[in-house]
């Protein structure tokens, strides 16, 4: 190699050395930063820092409690005892009037007969319906008040001592009102050919009682219903102690009720009003 050139190789070695050196530099400046930053990040982490704080938990319906008075509110909305449609539709399907004013009154009778002596007036329900399916017109005892002796001529509403009351009607005594425990009818008698004195100085009466005497327990001897030779009376205080009805009335009473058990056990009510 010629003396000429031998700068040229200087100034190539000297280049060379100066690009290493600033190649070294440019790296130990890079991993400095790396460092710094990452230094900075770890005391930021542990000493400076904001920690976030953990993500707070949604509460549940069964975890919030709601105050006092929205829980009172909930509770008028629906008062206890209250069923909805369905209470209601099952009070409605019970027999509505009839079986809440008699109840368990008709025992295992179909009908049950009502009669309200100051009135004037017989009715007959029967069991599961809301109203009397027959009203009629009655003739009631001369002497107003509850039957206290035979003879008295009133007609009973409690019951009497005059006969046996049978063990079969559970509750019944002397004294207990018909409202309470029912009189029965013990039998449905022909009583088209019957007759009677009233001691009014007719004589005997033929037909006194009509085609049909319907035969009461009561407590007392000879209380029925039956027809009448007098129709006239009806409306009236007329009898020794029975009630009357027009003769096709205690008819047709009679039919209805014979339909169940020929009307035996029929329960029958009598009161003053």
């Known amino acids: 190699m010629s003396e000429t050139n031998q700068p ?3 100034y190539r070695k000297r280049k060379t050395r100066k690009k290493k050196s600033r190649g ?4 130990m400046v890079l991993a400095i930063l790396l460092i710094a930053v990452a230094g900075y990040g770890a005391y930021l982490y542990f000493f400076g820092g904001d920690k976030p704080e953990p993500e707070k938990p949604v509460p549940t319906q069964t975890n919030v409690q709601q105050p006092a008075g929205n829980q009172q509110n909930q509770s008028d909305a629906n008062p206890k005892g209250q069923q909805g449609n369905a209470g209601s539709e099952s009070g409605r399907n019970n027999g509505a009037a009839t079986d809440v004013k008699y109840g368990t009154l008709f025992g295992d009778a179909r009908y049950l007969i009502h009669i309200h002596k100051q009135a004037y007036k017989l009715e007959l329900f029967e069991k599961g319906k809301t109203a009397p399916v027959r009203t009629y017109g009655i003739a009631v005892a001369r002497n107003p008040g509850d039957k206290q002796r035979t003879g008295d001529n009133r ?3 409690s019951w009497g001592r005059a006969v046996a009351i049978s063990k079969a009607y559970k509750g019944a005594e002397a004294g207990v009102p018909s409202a309470k425990v029912p009189f029965r009818v013990e039998e449905v008698c022909d009583a088209s050919d019957w007759t009677h004195d009233f001691h009014d100085g007719k004589g005997v009466i033929a037909g006194a009682y009509g085609p049909w005497f319907i035969s009461l327990d009561t407590g007392w001897d000879g209380i029925g219903i039956h027809g009448t ?4 009376s009806i409306g009236t205080m007329a009898s020794e102690g029975c009630l009357r009805l027009k003769n096709s009335d205690v008819a047709e009473l009679k039919k209805i009720i014979y339909r169940d058990n020929k009307g035996v056990g029929t329960r029958v009510i009598i009161t003053e009003e």
């Open 8 to 10: 040229d190789r200087n």
């Open 24 to 27: 070294c530099l440019f790296f």
């Open 229 to 232: 030779h007098d129709p006239a």
């Open 155 to 157: 007609t009973p509403t």
